[in-house]
């Protein structure tokens, strides 16, 4: 799934002056990447187009998407340092692979992103809660 956020600073302090950041893209004028999607622009949260991708991943002989999540939607803390939740677009990821007719055969991975208050406990009610 794609997020749209500011250009992040090089983890490497020492590089960090050597690459831009800190710089916000505005699609459709700037994308903040080298190379435009074939597709052209899209939203992430359109179910034919993620059915569309996960095609893709199988026809490539793929078998598995991972998804980036940020914990539940009803948690406000639960967000990206962009201040974004991801759990809708995973939730619907995750619902065009139960419903794609014939199955796509490919299954989803999820790697649950730090959040503040997150525990072995919350952790571990986040697995079941997605496994739900």
Do not use: C
């Amino acid at each position: 799934l794609h997020w749209d956020h500011r250009l992040l600073p090089h983890w490497n302090e020492h590089l960090r002056d050597q690459h831009p950041h800190s710089i916000s893209y505005s699609p459709p004028e700037s994308i903040g990447s080298p190379f435009f999607p074939a597709r052209g622009l899209y939203s992430s949260s359109d179910p034919a187009l993620l059915e569309g991708h996960m095609r893709e991943l199988r026809d490539a002989g793929l078998g598995v998407a991972v998804a980036s999540w940020t914990g539940r939607a009803e948690n406000p803390k639960a967000v990206d340092g962009e201040g974004v939740s991801t759990a809708a677009n995973v939730a619907l990821l995750a619902s065009v692979l139960d419903r794609a007719e014939p199955p796509l055969g490919v299954r989803l991975s999820i790697h649950i992103e730090p959040y503040e208050g997150r525990t072995p406990l919350s952790v571990a009610d986040d697995v079941r809660h997605l496994q739900a």
